[in-house]
């Protein structure tokens, strides 16, 4: 797209409070809002929008002529008749040139935008998912947004919104694309503006995790096998160390048993042999004294 540097741009906006509160201390609990409405002399291009509480409802574009809801599931409970919304872009347009005079024919200063691309879902290699490209701080809004995969321009899956306003009176729009993630693929959302000294793209491509190569993983089978080894000899050899200490003490056991009992049976015998030897003394001794 060659972008002009010239553009005239008209903005109306009408504002409501709802739910006021007591008189001398207005308040809002919600915020209705018939904006932003604009029309541009580039491409004779133009917008009608209705918010609530700083989120858009619905959208009438020139182009269209038609109400496209946010959510399709708005238009189940509300209606809309797109001619309101041309009928204002109409005033808007009718009061250009009065507003250009005013102006001393001033051009709109044009303001970069920011673009970010991001996933809606987590990345799966072969599920399909969703990209979306995100351009805020757009003004004026007039804006090309393209997506490309492998630097081919993609126009199946392609959706876009219209101009979400911003606080700061900036403008945003989301850009969708439809996909399946691939190792081999790369994607770019192009975003062109008169804010822009050249044409801006974000890059995105999924982050696949690097596979293990099979040297690896037969190292690391092979490790974890050698440790296994070790581990069942290591464990092995405790059982027999600790079997052979257990009867080792068994045996020490019974020996002291048995040098004990030995001992004893010798201290006793010696004892009973003592006194024998003084009986048959003692019985000498009188045999002798009687002859």
Known sequence: MVLSGGLVLGLHTLMSLLSPHETGAIKADHMGSYGPAFYQTY???????????????????????????RLPEFGNFAHFDPQNGLASIAVIKAHLDVLVERSNRTRATNVPPRVTVLPKFRVELGQPNILICIVDNIFPPVINITWLRNGQIISEGV????????????FRKFCYLTF????????????????????????????????????TETLICALGLALGLVGFLVGTILIIRGTCLSRARRSMTHCMDQEEAEQTW??????????????????????????
């Open 43 to 69: 491409g004779a291009s133009g917008q009608f929008a209705h918010e609530f509480d700083g989120e858009q409802l619905f959208s009438v574009e020139l182009k269209k002529r038609e109400a496209v809801w």
């Open 159 to 170: 959706a876009q919104t219209s101009f979400y306003s911003q606080p700061d009176h900036l």
């Open 180 to 215: 399946v993630p691939s190792a081999d693929d790369m994607y770019d959302c192009k975003v062109e503006h008169w804010g822009l000294d050249e044409p801006l793209l974000r890059h995105w491509e999924p982050q696949v995790p690097i596979p293990v190569p099979d040297t």
């Open 266 to 291: 010798t201290s006793s015998e010696f004892s009973e042999n003592e006194e024998l030897n003084a009986i048959i003394h003692f019985d000498f001794l009188i045999l002798r004294m009687s002859m």
